[in-house]
T-cell receptor, first 113, second 115 residues
Framework: GAGVSQSPSNKVTEKGKDVELRCDPISGHTALYWYRQSLGQGLEFLIYFQGNSAPDKSGLPSDRFSAERTGGSVSTLTIQRTQQEDSAVYLC???????????FGSGTQLSVL | GNSVTQMEGPVTLSEEAFLTINCTYTATGYPSLFWYVQYPGEGLQLLLKATKADDKGSNKGFEATYRKETTSFHLEKGSVQVSDSAVYFCALSPYSGAGSYQLTFGKGTKLSVIP
């Protein structure tokens, strides 16, 4: 597609449920990134992929968070047993390579009730 | 660790006013510095960047100079327009050159420009 696409754009879930957030990067971009934007907190780096590999997972907030990327394209961020503090906008970005400009999607607004 | 501190908003200006959004950083080594902009309903976009000390990034009338001596990267524009209303984020990458992964962002500054 023309840009980075994220789905759903909005997700409301109950505490304790699992959620999956999807990111479709720009075609041909080898690098993919997940960030979290919490109210009043700015953007927090979560994880990046080079191809299908995630060299550094230390940015993930807890072991309830996981991410995968398949076929060097689509990525899924999964949050298990959601908590209210997980409520945030989850942003995905991609770049041609790790040293190129990032292009961001519009994000998924997650609300945990 | 690395950190970015930018002035808190919101900032409200009249059209054609001068804009400054302050940004200071803490980092080891020689980071690259960025300003990103998020227009209402859109994703973040790179506005400008500087990859070494004394570099000036510029785009769409906005400028920022990488000042290593003051660890600052203040964003300026001489005459703002209503269309500049957005949230502006200062960011750094620990990697020199164009590498921009593992960005550390400031909290963002919301700018509203009124006619």
């Amino acid at each position: 597609g023309a840009g980075v696409s994220q789905s759903p754009s909005n997700k409301v879930t109950e505490k304790g449920k699992d959620v999956e957030l999807r990111c479709d990067p720009i075609s041909g971009h080898t690098a993919l990134y997940w960030y979290r934007q919490s109210l009043g907190q700015g953007l927090e780096f979560l994880i990046y992929f080079q191809g299908n590999s995630a060299p550094d997972k230390s940015g993930l907030p807890s072991d309830r968070f996981s991410a995968e990327r398949t076929g060097g394209s689509v990525s899924t961020l999964t949050i298990q047993r959601t908590q209210q503090e997980d409520s945030a906008v989850y942003l995905c970005a991609s770049s041609l390579t790790l040293s190129e400009k990032l292009f961001f999607g519009s994000g998924t607004q997650l609300s945990v009730l | 660790g690395n950190s970015v501190t930018q002035m808190e908003g919101p900032v409200t200006l009249s059209e054609e006013a001068f804009l400054t959004i302050n940004c200071t950083y803490t980092a080891t080594g020689y980071p690259s510095l960025f300003w990103y902009v998020q227009y209402p309903g859109e994703g973040l976009q790179l506005l400008l960047k500087a990859t070494k000390a004394d570099d000036k990034g510029s785009n769409k009338g906005f400028e920022a100079t990488y000042r290593k001596e003051t660890t600052s990267f203040h964003l300026e524009k001489g005459s703002v327009q209503v269309s500049d209303s957005a949230v502006y984020f200062c960011a750094l990458s620990p990697y020199s050159g164009a590498g921009s992964y593992q960005l550390t962002f400031g909290k963002g500054t919301k700018l509203s420009v009124i006619p």
